[in-house]
């Protein structure tokens, strides 16, 4: 999809009165496309959108970060691990574990059965799933090509 930069300048204000989860659904761009923007400074707020649910949803994190990898705390809080991920950045949440060496090296950002899922019983397109997943579309089409030579 296209935008254009008076979709870039209204996404800007909107993120100055509303949280961007908000934001993209009002717009109706994906909210991976708005962090995107904002990552390159296109848009941007000095607002804490933060709510009271939000900072229980983080301390939650936060807590099951200590037993548990990333991408898993990301699915019991309900968020998409990228969410998780900037939480970590931001030092919201943090662990003195290193789930790296403890799982044996990288982790998959996201179950590769739950990309098939959304692909065939949903119907969704690779670039939508990669979105909503937060992995790349190349990513999104190596698992499905991957399920259909039988090597998932």
Known sequence: MTYSMSDVKRAGRLWDEMPLGEV???MDIAE??????SSMDLISTDTNH???ADEAMIERADELYDV???RRVADEVGVCERTAQRWRKAGLIST???WLKINGGREKKTDPGRVIEMYHEKEMTQREIADQVGISRSTVSRYIRQYRNGNL
Do not use: H, I, N, Y
């Open 50 to 52: 933060l709510s009271k």
């Open 24 to 26: 993209a659904d009002q």
């Open 96 to 98: 003195d574990k290193d």
């Open 68 to 70: 548990m990898p990333l």
């Open 32 to 37: 991976s496309t708005l962090w995107r923007w």
